[in-house]
């Protein structure tokens, strides 16, 4: 009697671990035992409070207090929907320029050579300026009378001060010095797991350094490029201080967090801003997701790095 | 706050019963004024407060926290010190206890009488400790500009003879731009210096104007002081403290000058001290006591400080010869005789009140800093 | 061994390639050298209005900072929620990268959005209620309430990191591990633990940038002695009032100098390249 | 089979799919206690799959696997208490030689000092004294090899499972290794299944073969039957029976079940199975000895190879078939020699038995 | 030699050091085109490091290499234009089997129609229709080992470097790779440097068979000179001669340096060397026959272990020394039996020549 629903239940289980469910998945249970007692309810509560508008806002007033009334006023008003684009307009470039860049570097640095530890760790140095030093050095450094203007002023490049900030490019200056590190540490740690024998195989069948690299170690970095890309991405996306700082935050740098802000810290309109927060976590979602999807086509399996 | 259960004057005691620890948040800079009058209240009181904890923070962060602290039920801080932002942000939010309700206890402080007004502001839930009539003024460099701009014409055909030369910070960062901002009207002679969606056409169409001749708009106030000092702007706006202080402090060269524009208005700013709902008897009880006895002559001359809310006292009855020795020193050197002039001789005009202050600053973002404006 | 240094330079001089990369390089590090150098030569400056460099040097604003915000003591705070934060999110998160980048399952998908939203979703939204909870729990307002606040985005940061570095490992590794009978808590401290250093530490490196920039969530579950530097940073950057600009890049100075040693000392224990495979990179 | 540490052990009926195609197809297979079972089959049949499953690394798709009774397929793999050595090695590239092998100490507590001391007798039996503190990443592939045939047995594991552990060695060491297995196996108990390429390996070092073939098994058996009684074609194939005659068989020739003479147009064999109306007559190429004598044919000798003191040919018959032979004598190409074979040596199976891979062309 | 690409390969003094120690010492050797060179020797004596300084892969300590009198070993390899089989295969696991196969072939360029026939030539070549689709980490073992080989000859490189690239096959497919092996050698002409430790490989494959021990070359020669008159004592063991007998030498015997018989105690062999005092007898187990004979004597059979025809027997002196025969009668532990071996298979050695690997104990 018992023994057939034994041999179902041991059946069950093993047709369960085909489908990739074993004990192995407890692992995850800290994790989503943490997120969901620390971030779903905090983030449920943001999200229907963005469905209730303030009363007696100015959205309420314009639109209702219907539960979209809030999206609907961020659409409806061009000053609003505008910091989608100037935010992906800095972001996107910003993530791809640090990924694009941190490769050919990273790839540089593989294989052993005095002084490459240096080398490293001053390239990841930048890590540690935050937001504040970064702009407070990109002023002084690149202000009308920084070193910068100083030199080109003097080389007699320039004639009058160029002004590197207040604008869209101080503040994309900014996203690629805290950025670029943040990438190029990723790329060098996903580097460092393929096995160079791989490239040295391709090597022994004709494929140049760039062949090499083109058909060997992107596509094997990919994975790890793309989750590379997402952080920085959205790292960049949430930019805030320095868009203010450094950049022009009335006009070409008014990212989307600074409506945010706006609406929950000058207007106090917090379903307003909640509302902001959660299209600029859908925005960013496309924009991951697609990445990611395009990263699951991608082989993703060991590459003889470590084993 | 549905987690603040509040109190009546009849549960909070003349006194702690025991001596509390009072967590104090600073939110306005307030501290630099306000720090050395709590520290004597504290030595001098040791029955009511026997230890003080200090936090700075951002003021707009601020009611945030003390909501999620009433929310639990757990609310920490003893004492806010804010500006007008938090302060109304608060009232709105139903933050800050009513202080009227316990008017009796703080006595009836000697306020000035533009700082009545400002005191107005706080509808009874918060207590003013500072106050300065700030601006608008414009602080210029003498070596390249001879003549300073007497009225806002002169300013805007000076900008337009000295492209990127003339500066103020974006209003909604900045307390002399905001001033700058909201003392236009005045001398503008707007129809409704109180209502920038209505009644502030001719400023609007002044600043749409002067902006063709702005380089920038700093998103700090220093920054603008820097540019002066540096020689990239020549003239920018400025008030009474961010005049006498930055100059102390050598970020402005000592000789640079001010002036102000005809028909000028002082638009007058203060600081508060606002007790969140949920305190406990006891807090509530200390904050009182300490509050009142910040009120006192002998503690507001603290107040002048490095000149950085020159003057600074609240109340009336407050000199310089009253301040601590150093205060008397810096505002000696680097305060200007003129102001004793100045500030009786122009009408003064409460800031703002912080929903019409946003408003302004969003429009001002929408059609001056926004860059819309052909340049 | 000469002639494997002479290939070595020629295949260096034969490639603008190589040139191109360490020029780009040397001029990213030049404006890096004229931004930190910009900051640093100011907060020792006594006045710099214009002219290359200020006109006389002190160290005073340092002074000034260091009491105004009682920087010692924010330092050891920064440094315990940090490394807490950092420890935690590893040891959690880790064996749900593991789980993540292993196994296939039903699910996954909602999973893995569920891990993306507290990263993608500025903490404006949820900061408050979050600290309400904590609140409740009387968690926070101290230690616990800011290492809890942030470890909420640092979680799946790691997790979303680390799945990639596990990807790369060949199971077979941990197969053999198994069959010696590891258990899957050996496995972890002793296999996957120090094939995973490289990705550890650039995830532990982020997180604790991260953890200590992070300044909305800290604020809101700080209490008066739980304060983390850029609480004190922001505030003596953003907050009204008027401050010495030497005073404030004291204070950027100072948070630098923090993070770099910090980072240092990472860099010390563990060279983010320094890896198995470069025994198989002979030259 | 002296102590062994476990005294049966039952796979039944025992699968393993990827996807749509089974690589393990219903194995059925009860070991012994101490007994040593080596798997053979051509490349990609099955064999290391078997071992995962056997290890718990692969779960089952289907069937069973019984340890004493008790079921084990449920069980992950580190608390069966198996040893194993990876086809790839796997070894722990983080760690040195000697770590690597002492690993398995480290996890069962073994003492410190009684740990060390067998990971150095480990070390000296694989001949690895001067690489001990090496990495993996710096040894040979021979020598990464013996790191993982260390590694397994170090543990003196109840059942130890070794998937072609010597196919890296060169033929002195392989012989030397091959007989330091045997011992261990032999002193300790040591119930093992083995997965080889190695014809010799297996039939010297095994106390049953299992011959797979796409997953399915062909025959199990002592290693004398198999390789004098392939049970079909294909292990007859596979034992190296390499030259496959199709012939008619002659008409009334052992028609009888018991009759296992059986006469295919000039050749007589013995039946291994029911025929139809034509066979296939399979021979080894060294069952063939030049000269005249039973089943003699000729043959020109078209390619010869020197393979020691044997040489390896390549001869077609008058019928146009190609023959392998491997014979002493000294032939050159263009020789046509007169070959034969015992009739006992010429196995006829039926033509539709399953055949063994096919030739490359 | 039909139509090689390259007429002469020389390797001059190549040397190649891993921290002190010298992997590869001093190899010196000329390689002409077309011809098939065997590199044999134990594990661990710098078989594959030799490949990979041929290759280009291992920049060299010391010496040069110089094709067709241009110095090539400050090439990087892909400029070499040499295929490689990796001893641990090294195939992309991000591409299939065919794009593995195809990828050199994209890399040269070749026109995409030309190129995909050219890929399933080459996947029938090694048999891995059924699999052309799947990828690395989906295959067998032997599997991959196919798509290495089929990668490295799908090229037709000038000079294709094998290393071990049979060990995980299939006797039966093995032999058939094999034969695939030495035909694409014969009809494109390639240069062939292969490593194996398959004894009979090398001997039926290579023109000349290269013995390295230790980084240093030990003997270079065809492989009927190096299987039957090794150049040391250690050639020999690697050779098969398993037995060696330490015995003195017969006072008188062999004295003249051309007397090639020496008479050792009872046995009566052939001199390779100048000896001393003592010399070491060795004999390979199958050059035993039992019974009455030249050098007769009697051993006690100790073990006996089945190997198909054959069987392989360790048996025991009357002088207590160990013996390895491989005879084809049947013998039974315990008996006592007369074995002989003729006196031109008995290689004499001095004692002091470098010796074989030690055994284990
Ligand atoms: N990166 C390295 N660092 C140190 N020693 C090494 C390294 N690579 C190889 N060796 C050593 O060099 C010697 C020769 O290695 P090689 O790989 O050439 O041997 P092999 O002849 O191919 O042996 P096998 O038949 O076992 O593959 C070995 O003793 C090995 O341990
Ligand atoms: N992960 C996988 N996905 C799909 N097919 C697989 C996978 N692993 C193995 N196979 C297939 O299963 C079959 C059996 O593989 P297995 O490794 O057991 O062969 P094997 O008998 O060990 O062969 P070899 O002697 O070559 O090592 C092979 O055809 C192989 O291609
Ligand atoms: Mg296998
Ligand atoms: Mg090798």
């Given at each position: 009697m018992a023994a057939p629903a034994t041999a179902g239940r041991i059946a069950l289980r093993h047709r369960l671990a085909d489908r990739g469910?074993?004990?192995?998945?407890?692992?995850?249970v800290p994790a989503v035992v943490f997120i969901v007692a620390l971030f779903i309810y905090p983030f449920v509560y943001g999200l229907q409070l963005s469905f209730q508008p303030q009363p007696g806002s100015e959205t309420v007033q314009r639109?209702?207090?219907?539960?979209f009334a809030d999206y609907h006023a961020f659409f409806a008003d061009s000053y609003l929907r505008n910091t989608i684009w100037t935010t992906l307009k800095l972001s996107l470039p910003a993530g791809l320029f640090n990924v694009i860049a941190s490769v050919p570097i990273a790839y540089r640095m593989r294989g052993r050579f005095r002084g490459k530890r240096t080398i490293t760790t001053i390239l990841v140095?930048?890590?540690?300026?935050g937001t504040v030093l970064t702009a407070e050095g990109l002023l002084a450094?690149?202000?009308?009378?920084?070193w910068l203007n100083r030199l080109l002023l003097d080389v007699g490049i320039v004639d009058h001060p160029v002004r590197f900030t207040h604008n869209y490019w101080g503040v994309l200056f900014s996203l690629i010095i805290s950025g670029f590190p943040f990438a190029f540490l990723l790329t060098l740690s996903y580097l460092s797991g393929i096995d160079p024998t791989l490239e040295r195989a391709a090597a022994t069948m004709g494929a140049g350094w760039w062949q090499r690299f083109r058909f060997i170690t992107l596509p094997l970095l990919a994975p790890g490029l793309a989750i590379t890309f997402c952080l920085t991405f959205v790292l960049a996306f949430s930019v805030f201080p320095s868009a203010v700082m450094v950049g022009d935050p009335s006009g070409t740098t008014r990212v989307i967090s600074i409506a945010a802000f706006h609406a929950a810290f000058?207007?106090?309109?917090y379903s307003m801003a909640s509302a902001i927060a959660m299209i600029m976590g859908a925005v960013e979602l496309i924009v991951v997701g697609l990445v990611l999807g395009w990263r699951a086509t991608l082989y993703r399996g060991a590459t003889g790095g470590k084993g | 706050g549905g987690g603040a259960k509040d109190l009546t004057p009849a549960n909070?005691?003349?006194?702690?019963k025991n001596p509390v620890t009072l967590n104090i948040i600073d939110v306005a800079g307030n501290l630099q004024l306000t720090k050395g009058m709590i520290d004597e209240f504290v030595k001098s009181h040791p029955k009511v407060i026997k230890k003080v904890t200090y936090t700075n923070a951002t003021a707009p962060e601020l009611p945030g926290k003390i909501k999620a602290q009433q929310s639990a039920g757990?609310?920490?801080?003893?004492l806010v010190l804010t500006g007008t932002d938090a302060l109304s942000a608060g009232i709105d939010q139903n933050?800050?206890?009513?202080?009227d309700d316990y008017a009796s206890r703080l006595g009836n402080p000697n306020y000035q009488a533009p700082a009545q007004k400002m005191q107005e502001?706080?509808?009874?839930h918060g207590v003013e400790v500072v106050y300065y009539p700030s601006g608008p003024l414009i602080e210029y460099n003498p070596k390249t500009v001879s003549k300073p701009p007497a009225t806002a014409e002169e300013l805007l055909a000076w900008a337009k003879a000295h492209p990127k030369k003339f500066q103020y910070a974006r209003p909604a960062n900045s307390g002399p731009g905001r001033t700058f901002l909201m003392g236009l009207p005045y001398i503008l002679g707007?129809?409704?210096?109180?209502?920038?969606?209505?009644?502030w056409s001719k400023t609007w169409s002044y600043l749409q104007e002067l902006t063709k001749y702005v380089d920038y708009y700093p998103s700090k106030t220093s920054e603008t002081m820097s540019n002066l000092a540096n020689g990239s702007a020549d003239i920018i706006a400025t008030t009474t403290g961010w005049d006498i202080n930055p100059r102390a402090l050598g970020?402005?060269?000592?000789g640079d000058k001010v002036a102000y524009l005809k028909g000028m208005h002082w638009v007058t700013d203060a600081q508060y001290a606002v007790v969140p709902r949920g305190v406990s008897a006891d807090v509530l009880s200390a904050d009182l006591q300490l509050i009142k006895w910040m009120l006192t002559p002998q503690q507001q001359a603290?107040?002048?400080?490095?000149?950085y809310f020159y003057p600074?006292?609240?109340?009336?009855?407050?000199?310089?010869?009253?301040?601590?020795q150093k205060s008397q020193q810096v505002i000696q050197q680097?305060?200007?005789?003129e102001y004793d002039q100045w500030i009786p001789k122009f009408p003064t005009e409460t800031s703002l009140p912080a929903k019409e202050q946003v408003a302004a600053f969003d429009q001002w973002d929408r059609t001056v800093g926004s860059g819309k404006v052909k340049k | 061994m000469s002639t494997a240094i002479m290939t070595e330079r020629r295949r260096l001089a034969l490639r603008p390639g190589a040139w191109l990369v360490w020029g780009a390089v040397v001029f990213f590090l030049l404006i890096l050298a004229g931004v930190v150098g910009a900051v640093v030569v100011d907060s020792f400056g006594?006045?710099?209005?214009?002219?290359?460099?200020?006109?006389g040097w002190t160290s005073r604003w340092y002074g000034t900072t260091w009491r105004e915000f009682d920087l010692g003591n924010v330092l050891v705070v920064t440094l315990e929620v940090a490394l807490a934060v950092v420890v935690v999110s590893l040891v959690v998160g880790v064996p749900a990268a593991y789980a993540l980048a292993r196994r296939t399952f039903p699910g996954k998908r909602v999973l893995m959005v569920a891990f993306m939203l507290p990263i993608l979703?500025?903490?404006?939204?949820?900061g408050v209620p979050l600290a309400t909870v904590l609140y409740k729990f009387h968690l926070a307002g101290k230690l616990s309430g800011v290492i809890l606040a942030n470890l909420v985005p640092a979680v799946p940061f790691v997790i979303l990191v680390m799945t990639p570095f596990i990807e790369q490992i060949d199971p077979k590794i941990e197969s053999a591990a198994r069959m010696c009978g590891a258990r899957t808590r050996v496995i972890f401290t002793r296999i996957l633990g120090p094939l995973l250093i490289p990705g550890m530490l650039a995830a532990a490196v982020l997180i604790l940038v991260r953890t200590v920039g992070m300044f909305e969530l800290t604020f809101l579950t700080a209490g008066s002695d739980s304060q983390t530097l850029v609480v004190a940073l922001y505030y003596s950057v953003s907050a009204a009032g008027i401050r010495a600009q030497q005073e404030i890049d004291a204070m950027a100075v100072i948070y630098t100098l923090f993070m770099l040693v910090l980072l240092v000392v990472a860099l010390r224990f563990?060279?983010?390249?320094?890896?198995?495979t470069q025994i198989k990179e002979r030259d | 089979m002296t102590g062994s540490k476990i005294s049966e052990l039952r796979l039944d009926h025992v699968s393993r799919g990827f996807g749509e195609v089974?690589?393990?197809?219903g194995l059925d297979l009860t070991i012994e206690g101490g007994e040593f079972v080596a798997l053979l089959g051509?490349?990609?049949?099955?064999k290391s799959t078997a071992l995962n499953c056997l290890a718990g690394l692969l779960p089952l798709t289907n069937g069973s696997i019984t340890l004493d009774g008790r079921r084990?397929?449920?069980?992950p793999p580190e608390q069966r208490g198996f040893g194993m050595v990876f086809q790839n090695y796997a070894?722990?590239?983080?760690?040195s030689v000697r770590a690597n092998i002492g690993f398995g100490l480290k996890m069962a507590k073994v003492a410190k000092a009684d740990a060390r001391r067998r990971v150095e007798e480990a070390v000296a039996l694989v001949q690895l004294g001067d690489h001990a503190a090496k990495f993996p990443g710096q040894l040979s592939g021979g020598q990464q090899q013996r790191v993982a045939i260390a590694r397994a047995i170090v543990m003196e594991p109840a059942l130890v499972l070794m998937d072609?552990?010597?196919?890296?060695?060169d033929a002195k060491l392989r012989l030397e290794m091959r007989t330091e297995i045997k011992r261990i196996h032999q002193t300790l108990g040591l119930t093992t299944v083995y997965v080889t390429h190695d014809q010799e390996e297996a039939l010297s070092l095994a106390d049953r073969l299992v011959l797979l073939r796409e997953g399915k098994v062909q025959q199990v058996g002592p290693p004398e039957t198999v390789y004098t009684?392939?049970?079909?074609r294909f292990v007859a194939g596979f034992m190296g029976y390499r030259n496959e005659l199709e012939l008619p068989v002659s008409?009334?020739?052992?028609?009888?079940?018991?009759?296992k003479t059986v006469v295919l147009g000039e050749l007589t064999g013995t039946r291994r199975e029911d025929l139809g109306e034509t066979a296939v007559a399979a021979i080894r190429p060294e069952d063939f000895t030049v000269g005249?004598?039973?089943?003699a044919m000729e043959v020109d000798v078209e390619v010869v190879e020197f393979q020691g003191r044997e040489q390896a040919v390549q001869a077609r018959t008058a019928g146009g078939d190609e023959l392998h032979l491997r014979v002493q004598a000294r032939l050159a190409p263009g020789d046509r020699v007169t070959v034969s074979v015992p009739p006992e040596r010429v196995l006829v199976f039926a033509a539709?038995?399953?055949?063994?891979p096919e030739e490359v062309a």
């Amino acid at each position: 009697m018992a023994a057939p629903a034994t041999a179902g239940r041991i059946a069950l289980r093993h047709r369960l671990a085909d489908r990739g469910m074993d004990r192995t998945l407890l692992l995850l249970v800290p994790a989503v035992v943490f997120i969901v007692a620390l971030f779903i309810y905090p983030f449920v509560y943001g999200l229907q409070l963005s469905f209730q508008p303030q009363p007696g806002s100015e959205t309420v007033q314009r639109y209702g207090s219907g539960p979209f009334a809030d999206y609907h006023a961020f659409f409806a008003d061009s000053y609003l929907r505008n910091t989608i684009w100037t935010t992906l307009k800095l972001s996107l470039p910003a993530g791809l320029f640090n990924v694009i860049a941190s490769v050919p570097i990273a790839y540089r640095m593989r294989g052993r050579f005095r002084g490459k530890r240096t080398i490293t760790t001053i390239l990841v140095v930048p890590i540690t300026l935050g937001t504040v030093l970064t702009a407070e050095g990109l002023l002084a450094f690149m202000g009308p009378t920084g070193w910068l203007n100083r030199l080109l002023l003097d080389v007699g490049i320039v004639d009058h001060p160029v002004r590197f900030t207040h604008n869209y490019w101080g503040v994309l200056f900014s996203l690629i010095i805290s950025g670029f590190p943040f990438a190029f540490l990723l790329t060098l740690s996903y580097l460092s797991g393929i096995d160079p024998t791989l490239e040295r195989a391709a090597a022994t069948m004709g494929a140049g350094w760039w062949q090499r690299f083109r058909f060997i170690t992107l596509p094997l970095l990919a994975p790890g490029l793309a989750i590379t890309f997402c952080l920085t991405f959205v790292l960049a996306f949430s930019v805030f201080p320095s868009a203010v700082m450094v950049g022009d935050p009335s006009g070409t740098t008014r990212v989307i967090s600074i409506a945010a802000f706006h609406a929950a810290f000058e207007q106090y309109d917090y379903s307003m801003a909640s509302a902001i927060a959660m299209i600029m976590g859908a925005v960013e979602l496309i924009v991951v997701g697609l990445v990611l999807g395009w990263r699951a086509t991608l082989y993703r399996g060991a590459t003889g790095g470590k084993g | 706050g549905g987690g603040a259960k509040d109190l009546t004057p009849a549960n909070v005691p003349d006194s702690p019963k025991n001596p509390v620890t009072l967590n104090i948040i600073d939110v306005a800079g307030n501290l630099q004024l306000t720090k050395g009058m709590i520290d004597e209240f504290v030595k001098s009181h040791p029955k009511v407060i026997k230890k003080v904890t200090y936090t700075n923070a951002t003021a707009p962060e601020l009611p945030g926290k003390i909501k999620a602290q009433q929310s639990a039920g757990q609310v920490q801080i003893g004492l806010v010190l804010t500006g007008t932002d938090a302060l109304s942000a608060g009232i709105d939010q139903n933050l800050w206890v009513k202080t009227d309700d316990y008017a009796s206890r703080l006595g009836n402080p000697n306020y000035q009488a533009p700082a009545q007004k400002m005191q107005e502001l706080a509808e009874g839930h918060g207590v003013e400790v500072v106050y300065y009539p700030s601006g608008p003024l414009i602080e210029y460099n003498p070596k390249t500009v001879s003549k300073p701009p007497a009225t806002a014409e002169e300013l805007l055909a000076w900008a337009k003879a000295h492209p990127k030369k003339f500066q103020y910070a974006r209003p909604a960062n900045s307390g002399p731009g905001r001033t700058f901002l909201m003392g236009l009207p005045y001398i503008l002679g707007d129809s409704n210096p109180k209502d920038p969606k209505a009644g502030w056409s001719k400023t609007w169409s002044y600043l749409q104007e002067l902006t063709k001749y702005v380089d920038y708009y700093p998103s700090k106030t220093s920054e603008t002081m820097s540019n002066l000092a540096n020689g990239s702007a020549d003239i920018i706006a400025t008030t009474t403290g961010w005049d006498i202080n930055p100059r102390a402090l050598g970020q402005v060269p000592a000789g640079d000058k001010v002036a102000y524009l005809k028909g000028m208005h002082w638009v007058t700013d203060a600081q508060y001290a606002v007790v969140p709902r949920g305190v406990s008897a006891d807090v509530l009880s200390a904050d009182l006591q300490l509050i009142k006895w910040m009120l006192t002559p002998q503690q507001q001359a603290k107040a002048y400080d490095d000149g950085y809310f020159y003057p600074g006292p609240a109340v009336n009855g407050v000199t310089v010869q009253m301040a601590p020795q150093k205060s008397q020193q810096v505002i000696q050197q680097f305060g200007r005789p003129e102001y004793d002039q100045w500030i009786p001789k122009f009408p003064t005009e409460t800031s703002l009140p912080a929903k019409e202050q946003v408003a302004a600053f969003d429009q001002w973002d929408r059609t001056v800093g926004s860059g819309k404006v052909k340049k | 061994m000469s002639t494997a240094i002479m290939t070595e330079r020629r295949r260096l001089a034969l490639r603008p390639g190589a040139w191109l990369v360490w020029g780009a390089v040397v001029f990213f590090l030049l404006i890096l050298a004229g931004v930190v150098g910009a900051v640093v030569v100011d907060s020792f400056g006594t006045r710099w209005f214009s002219g290359w460099l200020p006109s006389g040097w002190t160290s005073r604003w340092y002074g000034t900072t260091w009491r105004e915000f009682d920087l010692g003591n924010v330092l050891v705070v920064t440094l315990e929620v940090a490394l807490a934060v950092v420890v935690v999110s590893l040891v959690v998160g880790v064996p749900a990268a593991y789980a993540l980048a292993r196994r296939t399952f039903p699910g996954k998908r909602v999973l893995m959005v569920a891990f993306m939203l507290p990263i993608l979703i500025p903490p404006i939204t949820y900061g408050v209620p979050l600290a309400t909870v904590l609140y409740k729990f009387h968690l926070a307002g101290k230690l616990s309430g800011v290492i809890l606040a942030n470890l909420v985005p640092a979680v799946p940061f790691v997790i979303l990191v680390m799945t990639p570095f596990i990807e790369q490992i060949d199971p077979k590794i941990e197969s053999a591990a198994r069959m010696c009978g590891a258990r899957t808590r050996v496995i972890f401290t002793r296999i996957l633990g120090p094939l995973l250093i490289p990705g550890m530490l650039a995830a532990a490196v982020l997180i604790l940038v991260r953890t200590v920039g992070m300044f909305e969530l800290t604020f809101l579950t700080a209490g008066s002695d739980s304060q983390t530097l850029v609480v004190a940073l922001y505030y003596s950057v953003s907050a009204a009032g008027i401050r010495a600009q030497q005073e404030i890049d004291a204070m950027a100075v100072i948070y630098t100098l923090f993070m770099l040693v910090l980072l240092v000392v990472a860099l010390r224990f563990v060279n983010p390249t320094q890896l198995v495979t470069q025994i198989k990179e002979r030259d | 089979m002296t102590g062994s540490k476990i005294s049966e052990l039952r796979l039944d009926h025992v699968s393993r799919g990827f996807g749509e195609v089974l690589a393990l197809d219903g194995l059925d297979l009860t070991i012994e206690g101490g007994e040593f079972v080596a798997l053979l089959g051509p490349s990609g049949c099955g064999k290391s799959t078997a071992l995962n499953c056997l290890a718990g690394l692969l779960p089952l798709t289907n069937g069973s696997i019984t340890l004493d009774g008790r079921r084990i397929d449920t069980l992950p793999p580190e608390q069966r208490g198996f040893g194993m050595v990876f086809q790839n090695y796997a070894l722990f590239p983080h760690m040195s030689v000697r770590a690597n092998i002492g690993f398995g100490l480290k996890m069962a507590k073994v003492a410190k000092a009684d740990a060390r001391r067998r990971v150095e007798e480990a070390v000296a039996l694989v001949q690895l004294g001067d690489h001990a503190a090496k990495f993996p990443g710096q040894l040979s592939g021979g020598q990464q090899q013996r790191v993982a045939i260390a590694r397994a047995i170090v543990m003196e594991p109840a059942l130890v499972l070794m998937d072609e552990p010597l196919s890296n060695l060169d033929a002195k060491l392989r012989l030397e290794m091959r007989t330091e297995i045997k011992r261990i196996h032999q002193t300790l108990g040591l119930t093992t299944v083995y997965v080889t390429h190695d014809q010799e390996e297996a039939l010297s070092l095994a106390d049953r073969l299992v011959l797979l073939r796409e997953g399915k098994v062909q025959q199990v058996g002592p290693p004398e039957t198999v390789y004098t009684e392939p049970a079909n074609r294909f292990v007859a194939g596979f034992m190296g029976y390499r030259n496959e005659l199709e012939l008619p068989v002659s008409p009334g020739s052992g028609t009888t079940a018991g009759d296992k003479t059986v006469v295919l147009g000039e050749l007589t064999g013995t039946r291994r199975e029911d025929l139809g109306e034509t066979a296939v007559a399979a021979i080894r190429p060294e069952d063939f000895t030049v000269g005249d004598g039973p089943n003699a044919m000729e043959v020109d000798v078209e390619v010869v190879e020197f393979q020691g003191r044997e040489q390896a040919v390549q001869a077609r018959t008058a019928g146009g078939d190609e023959l392998h032979l491997r014979v002493q004598a000294r032939l050159a190409p263009g020789d046509r020699v007169t070959v034969s074979v015992p009739p006992e040596r010429v196995l006829v199976f039926a033509a539709d038995s399953p055949a063994a891979p096919e030739e490359v062309a």
